[in-house]
Structure formats: structure tokens, C-alpha cells
């Protein structure tokens, strides 16, 4: 784990990214979330927001290496957790703060940004998840679903759509309230032939709460 002098740093850096990144800075917002990770490469949320970042420039295998580099953080973190659950789960709870931090300002406006109620869901389903690994007492390893979502994205926009398939899958599984990643599965099911999965896929969407586009739904149906 990093040490105190360096959680403070890195923490300094993220929000700077961070504040870029809802400023749609995407250039000038990278570099403070590498600077943030140089510090703790454990902070797992720089390098989510690096790889938002990323593709943002639509640098999209940058993008891949940043949000596999979280995975890999959260991995790094529940093994350590098997060994000093204290100070792990210390660090977890400051990351914990620094999101729900980040959702405060932004829904008191003190953080513009072009849709804030998708930002704030975005930043309290990370939150849910850290939540969901410090509370977890499993042995086994389960990567951050949101993380994963935005990972097939990645390859999708990288023109993989057998690697986007199945992260958008993984995804589900973990968290089978990510209606995203349904609507993103409906759309591969669908360039696939795979007409019932699509439709199971659009039920799935809507059951969470995500407004399908009502041209996906028509060219199902059409199938």
C-alpha cells in the first residue's frame, strides 16, 4: 500500500482529473490521473478515470490498458485484503469518501457537467461496489462490474466485438442491474442474428431502468 504522504497525492492529482474529465478536457485531463496512479497504483478509480480519458479521445486501446490497469488495482487490493484487511480497508474507505465527495459536488452543481444524473448514477455505482468489496469476506476475486462495462465498450469502439461481448456479459452477471450493458448486449445479439437474445436483452434494459432506443426495439422486432 502507499504511504500516507503518497494517498494525499495521488488523491490531489485524481480530483484535478477528475475536474477535467467533467470538463471535458480529455488531454489535459490524463495526465493528472497518471500522476495520481504514479503515487498509488492502487487507487483504482485513476485509473478508471484515466481510461474515461482515453476515450474521450477515442484512443481506445489506451483506454483498454487504463481500465484493465483497475481491474487489475481492485485484483492487487483483495489480495492484500486477504492479508491486512486494516489498513486495506482503509484505503478503500478513502477512496469511498473521495467518491461520494465527487457526487456531492456534483449535484449541487459545484461540478458542471453535460448530464449529471448519469454522472452521479455512475459515481454511486462505484461506490456501491467498493462498498460490496469491503464488506465481502470471499476468498475469490470479483473485478468492478461498472469497470467492465466500460471495458467492452472500449473494444467495441477498438473494433473487437467478441472481447466487448464478453465483458458486457461478465458485467451482467456481477451486477445484473447494469441496463447499459443489456442494451449494449441487445445490439451485439442483434448484428449477430441472435434474435431472442436480443429481445430477453431489451427486457433486461428496461427491467433496470434504461430507456432502449425505440429504433433498436423496431429492428429486433424486424428480424
Known amino acids: 500500500l502507499a504511504s500516507n504522504a503518497d494517498r ?3 488523491f490531489r492529482h485524481y480530483r484535478a482529473g477528475q475536474e477535467l474529465l467533467s470538463a471535458e478536457q480529455f488531454e489535459k485531463a ?11 497504483p492502487l487507487l483504482t478509480d485513476a485509473h478508471y478515470g484515466l481510461g474515461q480519458s482515453f476515450m474521450g479521445l477515442q484512443r481506445y486501446a489506451s483506454a483498454i490498458q487504463a481500465f484493465s490497469g483497475s481491474i487489475e488495482a ?8 486477504q492479508r491486512d484487511r486494516v489498513n486495506t480497508d482503509k484505503a478503500i474507505d478513502e477512496e469511498i469518501r473521495e467518491l461520494k465527495d465527487s457526487v456531492r459536488r456534483v449535484a449541487s452543481g459545484q461540478v458542471r457537467v453535460g448530464q449529471p444524473q448519469i454522472k452521479q448514477m455512475q459515481l454511486e455505482q462505484r461506490i456501491q461496489e467498493l462498498e460490496r468489496s ?10 468492478p462490474a461498472t469497470v467492465l462495462l466500460s471495458l467492452g465498450s472500449a473494444h467495441f469502439r477498438n473494433g473487437d466485438r467478441t472481447a466487448a461481448e464478453e465483458h458486457w456479459t461478465k458485467a451482467v452477471t456481477i451486477n445484473s442491474e447494469l441496463g447499459e450493458a443489456w442494451n449494449n448486449l441487445a445490439a451485439i445479439h442483434l448484428g449477430a442474428g441472435r434474435k431472442h437474445e436480443a ?5 433486461n434494459a428496461e427491467r433496470a431502468g434504461f430507456r432502449v432506443n425505440p ?6 422486432k424486424a428480424m
Open 215 to 220: 429504433r433498436l426495439k423496431d429492428d429486433i
Open 30 to 40: 490524463a495526465e493528472p490521473f497518471g500522476t495520481a496512479i504514479e503515487h498509488d
Open 74 to 81: 481492485a485484483r492487487r487490493l483483495h489480495d492484500l485484503r
Open 199 to 203: 429481445e430477453e436483452a431489451v427486457r
Open 8 to 10: 494525499r497525492e495521488a
Open 134 to 143: 469491503r464488506s465481502s469476506l470471499s476468498p475469490n476475486f470479483e473485478a
